[in-house]
Nanobody
């Protein structure tokens, strides 16, 4: 179990960039696979990107592939999401999530993660 806190959200124009951070408490961050999800108003939470415990493997939703980059710094207990070429359809509350242990494949479902942050709002204007 780990406590997660997102930051870095805000308002940007289409084509702009934002960098989200997810700070984790505790001393076991490097034992967690991590992911980013987002939820627009009135819609279900959807997968954005995932990264394994060491950072060697990543996975992206088709909608963000080539525009977003997920990374982590285990020494700082922090995960990041660099978002470039933002589109209005990227507008949502963005959540970081974690799951402990070693897995063969990265998780893309909400039910596959154990711990969640409170979310940070990203709004992209047109």
């Amino acid at each position: 179990q780990v406590q997660l806190v997102e930051s870095g959200g805000g308002l940007v124009q289409a084509g702009g960039s934002l960098r989200l951070s997810c700070a984790a408490s505790g001393r076991t961050f490097s034992s967690y696979d991590m992911g980013w999800f987002r939820q627009a108003t009135g819609k279900e939470r959807e997968f954005v990107a995932a990264i394994n415990l060491s950072g060697i493997s990543t996975l992206y939703a088709d909608s963000v592939k080539g525009r977003f980059t997920i990374s982590r710094d285990n020494a700082k207990n922090t995960m990041y999401l660099q978002m470039n070429s933002l589109k209005p359809e990227d507008t949502a509350v963005y959540y970081c999530a974690g799951r402990a242990g070693r897995w063969l494949r990265l998780g893309v479902g909400v039910s596959e993660y154990d711990d969640w942050g409170q979310g940070t709002q990203v709004t992209v204007s047109s």
